[in-house]
């Protein structure tokens, strides 16, 4: 993907990017209002613990100019990093761009990539807070609709809406 003459790079992340991982998603989670319920400090310590996911998942990073903007974890087939996905869903989690690098097309490229990588899935699934309205205009705009009947609460106020693309 092409944005202003620069291309958006996406690849599995480098064990050595991990910890820049986790804090841009960190920080893409606070500044969209998606760690300010109550109980949801601890969250931030599992977004940057990007380490323990990757045993279970796949991370992949957004790259603009060489420098990592973005990362999301991808999970093929359950497993123990699936919150919602069923038998032939993939699921989609922890998806953050910098919050300067964002309008770049870091968060569409990665999309896209976990998309791409979905092929054998009957469809994907992801859950988002009520608040990342940004990011629910990135994901019906890539096709994904609103599955009401899959919202979820992990915790006592953090209402969770499931989207879902169909294969």
């Known amino acids: 993907m092409s944005i202003e003459g620069r291309a958006i790079e996406?690849?599995?992340a480098a064990p050595a990017e991990y910890e820049t991982v986790g804090k841009i998603v960190a920080a893409a989670f606070y500044a969209s209002?998606?760690?300010?319920a109550p109980d949801?400090?601890?969250?931030?310590?599992?977004?940057?613990?990007?380490e323990s996911r990757a045993a279970a998942a796949e991370i992949i990073v957004a790259l603009d100019g060489g420098v990592v903007v973005g990362g999301v974890t991808f999970v093929p087939r359950g497993g123990p990093m699936a919150d919602?996905?069923?038998?032939?869903?993939?699921?989609?989690?922890?998806l953050g761009v910098a919050p300067d690098a964002q309008g770049r097309g870091a968060g569409t490229a990665l999309m896209r990539e976990c998309i791409a990588r979905a092929a054998g899935a009957r469809r994907i699934v992801l859950s988002t807070q009520t608040v990342a309205?940004?990011?629910h205009r990135l994901y019906e705009h890539l096709g994904f609709v609103?599955?009401?009947g899959r919202d979820w609460a992990p915790v006592p106020g953090v209402d969770l809406l499931c989207y879902v693309l169909e294969r």
């Not at 209002?33 to 300010?36: A, C, E, I, K």
């Not at 931030?44 to 613990?49: F, I, K, M, Q, Y």
């Not at 919602?84 to 922890?94: C, H, L, P, S």
């Open 133 to 135: 309205t940004g990011s």
């Open 40 to 50: 949801a400090g601890f969250y931030a310590d599992v977004l940057r613990d990007v």
């Open 84 to 94: 919602i996905a069923q038998d032939g869903e993939a699921e989609i989690r922890m």
């Open 33 to 36: 209002g998606q760690l300010d």
């Open 146 to 148: 609103r599955d009401p």
């Open 10 to 12: 996406v690849r599995d």
